[in-house]
């Protein structure tokens, strides 16, 4: 079974803070791909990164990073120099082997100016 | 490309009604995705439609069922509404043989069940 756990379920933080939001998986499968979507208020799911098993490599995109660690099972999520367009759900998500994606229940970050 | 299309966008329908939901595949996609979200909620895994046939189904009682058509587009049907069937669902695409392909999802079909 697989499962993915947002422990944070909302997070405030003034403009500008740098903020990290957390993604625990579990699989048993050894080939599997991890993502993370934005969900704005107007409800559409915006995907953000994709990153398979095989890549421990961390991620730059912009004020974006991504920190994948296969020794904690972790997938973390940090935005930089945080800004009000960056308030949305945001979605950790789990696609193991050929199976169906899972998804967390999402952390809900605010963004104040 | 365009993108996925699902409609209406909005929805009210009475417990005990049957309700279609509609979803335009992003060009090139050949398997089709419904996901449920409940308020609060992370989308969960409906079922799957990959040429034309059920793909893969979630947890979720037959009375959801799906069709999708040789132009890959779909239909989510749901039957006897429930209160508790009121949610967002969310369509997505995906090329099947790819699997890494990040699922590409509409701005979903708000379902309100009184």
């Known amino acids: 079974a697989q499962k993915v756990t947002q422990a944070q379920t909302e997070i405030s933080v003034v403009e500008k803070e740098d903020v990290t939001l957390d993604c625990v998986y579990e699989?048993?499968?050894?080939?599997?791909?991890l993502f993370w979507y934005k969900q704005p208020p107007s409800g559409e799911l915006v995907f953000l990164i994709r990153?398979?098993?095989?890549?421990?490599q961390n991620e730059i995109s912009g004020r974006y990073s991504w920190n994948f660690q296969k020794s904690t099972s972790s997938f973390n999520f940090t935005i930089t120099a945080s800004q009000v367009v960056d308030s949305a759900v945001y979605f950790c998500?789990?696609?193991?082997?050929?199976?169906?994606?899972?998804f967390g229940k999402g952390t809900m970050l605010l963004v104040s100016p | 490309e365009t993108g996925v299309t699902q409609s209406p966008t909005h929805l009210i329908k009475t417990r005990g009604q049957q309700v279609t939901l509609r979803c335009s595949s992003q060009?090139?996609?050949?398997?089709v995705s419904w996901y449920q979200q409940a308020l609060g909620q992370g989308p969960q895994f409906i079922f799957q439609?990959?040429?034309?046939?059920?793909?893969g189904r979630g947890n979720f009682p037959p009375r959801f069922s799906g069709l999708q058509f040789p132009n890959y587009s779909s239909e989510l049907n749901v039957n006897a509404l429930e209160l508790d069937d009121s949610a967002l669902y969310l369509c997505?695409?995906?090329?099947?043989?790819?699997?890494?392909?990040?699922?590409?999802f509409g701005n979903g079909t708000r379902l309100t069940v009184t």
């Open positions: 997505a695409s995906s090329q099947k043989g790819e699997f890494d392909s990040p699922l590409h």
């Open positions: 699989t048993r499968d050894t080939t599997y791909y």
């Open positions: 990153r398979n098993s095989f890549d421990e």
């Open positions: 998500a789990l696609l193991p082997g050929y199976s169906t994606l899972t």
């Open positions: 060009s090139g996609h050949n398997t």
């Open positions: 439609y990959y040429r034309e046939e059920e793909n």
